[in-house]
């Protein structure tokens, strides 16, 4: 089985400070791993990928995330916060290539304060 | 990128009552859709794989019975919530994979509200 831990269900920074949001998998085969965005009443929008090919991923919104087999992580980072990024984020993990279903994280509340 | 729609957004009923929710693959084709509930403050959780002219997939603890998927064509997933109870209110999220992308596309949701 399959499965993702983000730690911090909260996570308060700065507007131009560094966020970063943590991520750890678990899995049997090599992974596919997600971070996805969601705003209130809102589904979700998907910020970046890792699909077994570059380590570093970069995504919308200048986020980036990088894969780390030996910490089976997949944490998702932005230098410089910005209002707008006030969200609920969620990592996401599936284990095939073709898109099967999948398995999030608990989530974590982005706050940023002026 | 692929587009996602759910229809509803947003509906009320009354307890006992059955709703029935849409979710629609704009601009291509899905033979598999997937089924999430979200519950406030919570993470996503998958409630059933719908596929195109065969039977849903349940995930263990979800009650086939009440929570009826249909997926008669390539575009269309429909979940009906059936004698719906305060219990059911919650934010109801379908996923359609686009392979070719190795990612999903989510529908906007739909919330449910039972009183």
């Known amino acids: 089985a399959q499965s993702v831990t983000q730690l911090g269900s909260h996570v308060s920074v700065s507007e131009g400070a560094l966020v970063l949001l943590r991520c750890n998998y678990s899995?049997?085969?090599?992974?596919?791993l997600f971070w996805y965005v969601q705003y209130p009443n809102q589904g979700l929008q998907l910020l970046l990928k890792?699909?077994?090919?570059?380590?570093l991923v970069k995504g919308i919104n200048g986020f980036e995330a990088e894969f780390k087999k030996s910490e089976t992580s997949f944490h998702l980072t932005k230098p410089s916060a910005h209002m707008s990024d006030a969200a609920e984020y969620f990592c996401?993990?599936?284990?095939?290539?073709?898109?099967?279903?999948?398995?999030f994280g608990t989530g974590t509340r982005l706050q940023v304060t002026l | 990128g692929a587009v996602v729609s759910q229809h509803p957004s947003w509906v009320i009923c009354k307890s006992g009552t059955s709703v029935k929710i849409e979710c629609r693959s704009l601009?291509?084709?899905?033979?598999?859709m997937f089924w999430y509930r979200q519950f406030p403050k919570q993470s996503l959780m998958l409630m059933a794989t719908?596929?195109?002219?065969?039977?849903?997939?349940?995930e263990q603890g979800v009650e086939k019975d009440k929570f009826l998927i249909n997926h008669a064509s390539l575009t269309l997933s429909t979940l009906t919530v059936t004698s719906a109870h305060p219990e059911d209110s919650s934010f109801y999220i379908c996923?359609?994979?686009?392979?070719?992308?190795?990612?999903?596309?989510f529908g906007p949701g739909t919330r449910l509200t039972v009183t």
């Open positions: 601009d291509f084709q899905a033979t598999t």
């Open positions: 899995s049997s085969v090599p992974p596919y």
């Open positions: 996401a993990v599936s284990d095939t290539g073709t898109a099967s279903k999948l398995t």
């Open positions: 996923s359609a994979p686009w392979t070719s992308a190795y990612e999903q596309y």
């Open positions: 719908s596929n195109e002219g065969s039977k849903a997939t349940y």
């Open positions: 890792y699909t077994s090919a570059a380590t």
